[in-house]
């Protein structure tokens, strides 16, 4: 049917300029802090040290760049960072999936209790002391492998895949089980390539999670200098930061100190660079994979 | 034929099926089920290093501890603040999702759904980090604001206990009001357009449209995601919290799981941080529950 224009009314164009505004001013206040921290990082430093720019970078310099590819620890945090993404959503999603194509198997024994303990893992769980307790029990303290273990296993996304796959023809499998194929050639032959969909959904989501995790490398892993991921190298400098302007709050007895301190601690070039260059890989990645985001919102939804 | 087949395998169980589930299932059970045993330290004063069952036996000692600790009812206070403030801005993400739809030029829709919905994946020690670089004491808008003759002398609001309320629920909004609106969007695309032409035939101008046609179509989605926020009242998380306390803003921004996180992992009272948290999970889980009876009352089917 063709669109009847309604009659457009004063009143609804003034209403259409406001939402414009309203919508832009919205976006705006979502970008604007990030265009910050990039114009902060190009501008020449002792120009921003005391008047912050606003719009455009004051002078430009990529000295900070050149800071950041020189500062000890960078490169190896970013390499963390980037191996726990990588293997933590490889392993995870390989597990989740496969352990999902499992359990719609109706021959497996035990299958609604042993699906039953899988679920219940998303209502209850130890709590964050007596898993800590837990894992330093392990041996997993200071380990690479707390990173991935531990979130492995995820309940949710194991029923958006079984959930998937019981929606698949059953023909095809039921072919290849007759030629003799055993499940595990099944998996990857049949059911991977035909799950692409949901596993890119999910792969998405865990590499975010994975990406941007840093409290269990404060708890577990602080002790070791080499686990340090980009996130928490970060956290770090601006912890550092914070309790610098803490102190000036404070004490403004103990001057010296605090110079003293002022003078070790990281610029704070430094910590927008790192702030740059840990969004990145979102902002990369975000616009191919925004369809999968979304999509990700609707299946929890649809599933519920 | 082939489904005959399967129908006829189906009580033929496939011991093999146990013996590939069985190092998943071993996962699930060492880092989520047993740290549930874990609870047991909360009934001993427990001395790490030293083997449990040598330490002093409490009984409920920990327990009663619990109610007359005078920072478990601030922490607690704290929590149910931002519980409030966010259950009295559930509407929030429908009315966004309402304006959002009136912008009927395609391209700027896409920009502004985009980039708004971006904040959500990055992570909160990023977004400590902008906040840090616009809003302490010698960020952009702190000398905005003195520049500008608005405040007399720069004054953050990250040191600001009295702003802690308001300023952490705007960051939280930052993050996720576009993402929490794509499932009310995706409500909208759901409405039959038929019913807005009856409604245009009826005389309904655009306003009257949102009331009638648009927001009863949002309504059962809104009602299921405030119970569902109701349910979880306890778990407001950590990270955020975390990353935004300082001596100045502790009081305020310290929230029940914070607390259990000083408590146990700070001051390594583990036996009194397992306490607090068994209490939590009780009361969450009965809260989860009940909400989840709810909403499956309302909607025919559980949510979670």
């Given amino acids: 049917m063709k669109k009847e224009k309604i009659k ?11 939402n414009y505004l309203l919508m832009l001013g919205i976006t705006l206040i979502c970008i604007y802090p990030f265009w910050y921290i990039v114009i902060y990082t190009f501008s020449e430093g002792s120009l921003v040290d005391v008047n912050p720019p606003v719009l455009l970078p ?25 191996m726990r993404t990588v293997i933590g959503t490889v392993l995870s999603v390989l597990c989740c999936s496969f352990l999902g194509y499992l359990f719609t198997k109706e021959e497996m024994p035990c299958r609604k209790i042993l699906y039953r303990f ?14 800590y307790i837990v894992i330093k029990s392990y041996g997993l303290l200071n380990n690479f492998w707390v990173y991935i273990l531990p979130m492995l296993i995820s309940a949710y996304n194991i029923v958006l895949i079984k959930t998937y796959v019981e ?11 007759l030629d003799g194929a055993g499940y595990l050639t099944v998996f990857v032959k049949i059911i991977l390539p035909l799950s692409k969909p949901i596993i890119a959904t999910i792969a998405v989501f865990v590499a975010v999670g ?51 301190m002022m003078s070790s601690i990281s610029p704070k070039g430094v910590r927008m660079t790192i702030t740059v260059l840990a969004s990145l890989p979102i902002f990369l990645v975000y616009p191919f994979m925004q369809k999968y985001f979304v999509k990700g919102i609707m299946v929890g939804a649809v599933k519920g | 034929m082939a489904k005959a087949l399967a129908v006829k395998h189906k009580p033929k169980k496939n011991y093999r099926l146990l013996l590939m589930v069985f190092p998943f299932m071993l996962i699930v059970l060492l880092f989520n089920y047993v740290p549930i045993f874990g609870w047991i330290y909360s009934v001993y004063d427990y001395i790490p290093g030293v083997p449990l069952f040598e330490c002093d036996f409490l009984g409920l000692d920990y327990f009663k501890l619990i ?145 009638h046609v648009t927001l009863p179509a949002m309504l059962e989605t809104y009602v299921v995601l405030f119970i569902l926020n109701v349910g979880n009242f306890l778990n407001t998380g950590y990270e955020q919290y975390m990353l935004f306390k300082n001596s100045v803003t502790a009081p305020n921004i310290e929230v029940l799981d914070l607390y259990v996180y000083r408590i146990g ?33 309302i909607r025919g089917n559980t949510v979670i």
């Avoid at chain 1, 457009?8 to 406001?18: A, D, E, L, M, N």
């Avoid at chain 1, 899988?118 to 898993?131: F, K, R, V």
């Avoid at chain 2, 149910?80 to 929030?92: E, G, K, R, S, Y």
Wanted: glycine fraction near 6%; charge should be neutral; include cysteine.
């Fill in chain 1, 8 to 18: 457009t009314s004063p009143s609804r164009k003034i209403f259409q300029v406001f």
């Fill in chain 1, 58 to 82: 004051r002078g430009f310099s990529l000295a900070n760049y050149k800071d950041i590819f020189e500062l000890n620890g960078f490169f190896h945090s970013l390499f963390i960072s980037v």
């Fill in chain 1, 118 to 131: 899988l679920i219940m893992t998303m209502y209850i769980n130890g709590g964050m002391i007596s898993t």
């Fill in chain 1, 167 to 177: 929606q698949l023809p059953q023909s095809l499998e039921e072919s290849a089980r």
């Fill in chain 1, 210 to 260: 994975h990406w941007n995790s840093w409290f269990d490398n404060h708890i577990y892993t602080r002790g070791d200098e080499n686990l340090m991921t980009l996130q928490y190298l970060l956290y770090n400098y601006l912890n550092e930061a914070q309790r610098l302007a803490d102190q000036i709050k404070n004490a403004s007895a103990n001057m010296a100190g605090i110079s003293d």
């Fill in chain 2, 67 to 211: 109610f007359t600790d005078a920072n478990v009812l601030r922490t607690l206070k704290n929590t149910a603040i931002f519980a409030v403030i966010n259950i009295v801005l559930t509407p929030l993400p429908m009315l966004f999702a309402i304006m959002l739809n009136e912008i009927k030029n395609g391209a700027a829709r896409k920009f502004i759904q985009t980039f708004t919905t971006l904040p959500n994946f990055i992570s909160w020690v990023i977004i400590f980090s902008l906040a840090f670089g616009l809003f302490s004491t010698d960020g952009m808008l702190t000398q905005a604001m003195v520049n500008l003759g608005i405040t007399d002398e720069a004054k953050s609001v990250l040191s600001s206990k009295e702003s802690v309320y308001w300023f952490q629920t705007f960051l939280a909004q930052w993050k996720t009001l576009g993402w929490n609106a794509i499932i009310y969007l995706a409500a909208i695309a759901g409405i039959d357009q038929e019913q807005y032409e009856a409604a245009k035939v009826d005389g309904a101008g655009y306003f009257r449209c949102a009331i």
């Fill in chain 2, 265 to 297: 992992l700070e001051n390594m009272d583990y036996s009194y941080g397992v306490a607090i948290s068994i209490i939590k999970s009780v009361v969450s889980i009965a809260l989860v529950v009940f909400a989840n009876l709810v909403a499956k009352k």
